[in-house]
C-alpha cells in the first residue's frame, strides 16, 4: 500500500510541476513595451533604424492587444535587438 501512495503522490508532483510550467510563459506583452519605450527614448539611432524599430514595436503592439504575448514580446525584442539593447 505505501508503493501505491508513494507512486500516486509523485505523479501528483510531476503533474503539477508540467502544470506550473504551462502557466509560466511568457512575460506580459505590456511590461516588454514599457522597458522597448524607455530603451527607445534614450536610444540615438539613424532613420532607417528609427523606422524599423517602429515598425516593429506596431507589430508588437498588434500582437499584444490580441492577447498574443508570445509573439508581441518577440517583435519587441527584434525592436530592441535593433537598437543595440
Known sequence: MKRYALAVAGGALAIAA???SVFAG???CEETLKTLRAAEATA???????AKVSE???KGIE???ADDDKRADDFFAQAMKV???
Open 18 to 20: 508540467s502544470m506550473s
Open 26 to 28: 511568457p512575460a506580459p
Open 44 to 50: 540615438t539611432l539613424s532613420a532607417a533604424d528609427k
Open 56 to 58: 516593429l514595436e506596431t
Open 63 to 65: 500582437r499584444c492587444n
Open 83 to 85: 537598437m543595440g539593447k
